[in-house]
């Protein structure tokens, strides 16, 4: 099962497993570097990643005192990745021509035992695609919480060496071989500095950013641009998000090495659930929203606007 929306010649594709987006397209051509509709997604293309993003270090961590064991879903290097939802069966809410509104409720398990309800609005128009997402405590205790989204941009004809980034952080983790944090560095003037835009030529990136700068509206914007900025992608995220997640794509398959770049809005940094950093605590009853977009250069909003010209 898919959904389909469209409006002003944007156009995407909502999956019902995983509850996420398959295809985004303006005037025909592809934003997003998603995937076929027979296929599984590859490389987490799409999805939404919750009740955490990224990975946690052997699936262990302890919250309100008590330890939790998670299934480890990356069994090559002893994680847990991505959370539990990007491979169930998501149920349709609301629909109309331009929006989708699913919703779906994890079981609790041994690893994480609450309750939640989380629901997410796809929307497209005009100025781009947008994302909207809720998380509900259902339960009668505090739960930890995180949520990303994992949309592979591409800019068609345009390699992944010849695309100018653009990424308003202050400062990266530095990673283990498990791509786990091990410290933070400042990116100031070093290889990892993209504050200004940059080709990203043969630079390979698997790197979380934090400490990064909003607008005067409150969003912060990661673009991809070309080298004469004719063309440009922007994905934003609004003040629930406090970290990006950008993925050169070294690490797929053949037929998908290198070919676009992920760039993951993320509440909260890997393996926070251990670390404790950004996670969102919901008490019974609360509920947390989160909006983020991607707006193609046809269609500028004020934030990609201010981008384009820094």
């Known amino acids: 099962m898919e959904w389909h929306i469209a409006r002003d010649g944007h156009r995407a594709v909502v999956v019902e497993v995983g509850g996420g987006l398959r295809a985004y397209t303006v005037a025909g051509q592809s934003i997003l570097d998603g995937y076929a509709e027979s296929e599984v997604a590859p490389g987490s293309a799409g999805q939404v990643l919750a009740p955490w993003p990224n990975r946690i270090r052997d699936g262990r961590y302890s919250f309100g005192g008590r330890p939790y064991q998670l299934p480890l879903t990356e069994p090559a290097r002893h994680n847990a990745i991505h959370g539990l939802v990007n491979w169930s069966r998501w149920s349709l809410v609301d629909t109309s021509p331009d929006s989708v509104t699913i919703a779906y409720s994890p079981p609790p398990t041994p690893g994480y035992p609450w309750r939640l309800s989380l629901r997410t609005t796809w929307t497209v128009g005009p100025d781009g695609l947008v994302a909207t997402h809720e998380a509900s405590n259902d339960g009668d205790a505090p739960a930890p919480f995180g949520l990303g989204a994992h949309p592979y941009i591409s800019l068609p004809g345009v390699r992944v060496e010849d695309l100018v980034l653009h990424v308003p952080a202050q400062s990266r983790l530095l990673m283990d071989a498990r791509l786990l944090p091990i410290g933070a560095a400042r990116v100031a003037g070093g290889d990892f500095d993209f504050t200004e835009p940059r080709v990203i030529g043969g630079a390979v990136l698997d790197s979380a950013f934090g400490g990064v700068m909003p607008g005067p509206d409150g969003r912060s914007v990661v673009t991809l641009s070309t080298v004469d900025r004719t063309r440009s992608v922007s994905v934003w995220a609004d003040g629930a998000f406090r970290w990006w997640q950008v993925f050169t794509g070294d690490t797929l398959p053949p037929e998908r090495k290198r070919r676009s770049v992920a760039v993951e809005p993320m509440t909260c940094p ?32 004020p934030s990609s606007a201010q981008t384009a010209g820094s």
């Open 270 to 301: 890997p393996d926070a659930f251990r670390s404790g950093r950004d996670i969102v605590v919901l008490d019974p009853g609360d509920t947390w929203r989160g909006t983020w977009g991607i707006t193609p250069s046809a269609s500028p909003s």
